[in-house]
C-alpha cells in the first residue's frame, strides 16, 4: 500500500520569511515518482514539480526549491521569501506503476502567508 | 492557456435533478480522472478512463456515472443530485506526449466545478 503523510496542516508565517513543507512517504516499489501541486483559493491543481525515485539531486525554480531524500523517504518543497500570492493549499503526490500509475496525494498543507 | 476545461465552473442546483458535469481536454492524453473534493482537503479518485470506451470506478465510491465516447471529453453524470453531493469536482488528464510536448503520466487538472445541491 501507499501512503502520503504531509503533517503540516497549516502553516502561518509573514512575507519574506522562508518556509519549508514537509511530506514523506511510503511505498514498496523501487520505481515510482513524487509530485507537488499548488491549489490556489480559486480552487485549481497547479502542477509545480514532478521527480523520479532514481533522480535525488535537489531542484530550485526561482524561489522555490525541493530536497528529495530516499534515504528518510521524504520530498520537502521550500519557499523562499514567500509572497502573499504563495498562499494555498499544498499537495505532496505518489505514483508508481504498482499502483497502477494514480497518484497518491497526501492530505495537504494549507499556507498562509500574511503582509 | 487552459489545456484542460470543466463546465460549469458553479452550479447550485435542486435535490432530485440530473446534472452533467462537462470536461474537455486538448492534449491528446489517453487517460482521464474525474476527483471529489472539499475545498482545501484531501482529494478523492472517483473515476477514471484510460482510453475510448474504457471506464473504471475509484477508490471512492460514488452515484456519479461516466462515459468516454472521444479522448477528449469525459463526462460525469449525476442521475438525481442530493444535498451530499455538494463538494468540488476536479477533471484531470495523462498521457504520452502529445501535442502540449508535456510529461507522460504527469496529471494536468481543469479549473474544477463547484456543486452545491440544495
Known amino acids: 500500500a501507499q501512503k502520503v503523510t504531509q503533517a503540516q496542516t497549516e502553516i502561518s508565517v509573514v512575507e519574506k520569511e522562508d518556509v519549508t513543507l514537509d511530506c514523506v512517504y511510503e511505498?514498496?516499489?523501487?520505481?515510482?515518482?513524487l509530485f507537488w501541486y499548488k491549489q490556489p483559493p480559486s480552487g485549481e491543481l497547479v502542477f509545480l514539480i514532478r521527480?523520479?525515485?532514481?533522480?535525488?539531486q535537489n531542484e530550485i525554480s526561482g524561489r522555490y526549491s525541493w530536497n528529495f531524500q530516499k534515504s528518510t523517504s521524504s520530498f520537502n518543497f521550500t519557499i523562499t521569501a514567500s509572497q502573499v500570492v504563495d498562499s494555498a493549499v499544498y499537495f505532496c503526490?505518489?505514483?508508481?506503476?504498482?499502483?497502477?500509475?494514480?497518484?497518491?496525494f497526501g492530505g495537504g498543507t494549507r499556507l498562509m502567508v500574511k503582509p | 492557456e487552459a489545456d484542460i476545461y470543466q463546465t460549469p465552473r458553479y452550479l447550485v442546483i435542486g435535490t432530485g435533478k440530473k446534472i452533467t458535469l462537462e470536461c474537455s481536454q486538448t492534449?491528446?492524453?489517453?487517460?482521464m480522472y474525474w476527483y471529489q473534493q472539499d475545498p482545501g482537503m484531501e482529494l478523492h479518485l472517483i473515476h477514471y478512463?484510460?482510453?475510448?470506451?474504457?471506464?473504471e470506478k475509484g477508490d471512492l465510491s460514488s452515484e456519479s456515472t461516466v462515459s468516454r465516447i472521444r479522448t477528449e471529453h469525459f463526462p460525469l453524470t449525476l442521475e438525481s443530485a442530493r444535498p451530499s453531493h455538494t463538494s468540488q469536482y476536479l477533471c484531470?488528464?495523462?498521457?504520452?506526449?502529445?501535442?502540449?510536448?508535456?510529461?507522460?503520466?504527469?496529471?494536468?487538472f481543469g479549473p474544477g466545478t463547484r456543486l452545491l445541491v440544495l
Open positions: 521527480r523520479n525515485s532514481f533522480d535525488e
Open positions: 492534449m491528446g492524453h489517453d487517460k
Open positions: 478512463s484510460y482510453g475510448v470506451n474504457s471506464t
Open positions: 484531470a488528464s495523462s498521457g504520452i506526449l502529445g501535442t502540449s510536448g508535456r510529461f507522460q503520466e504527469t496529471q494536468y
Open positions: 511505498t514498496r516499489d523501487t520505481t515510482y515518482y
Open positions: 503526490a505518489l505514483q508508481s506503476n504498482n499502483a497502477g500509475n494514480m497518484l497518491t
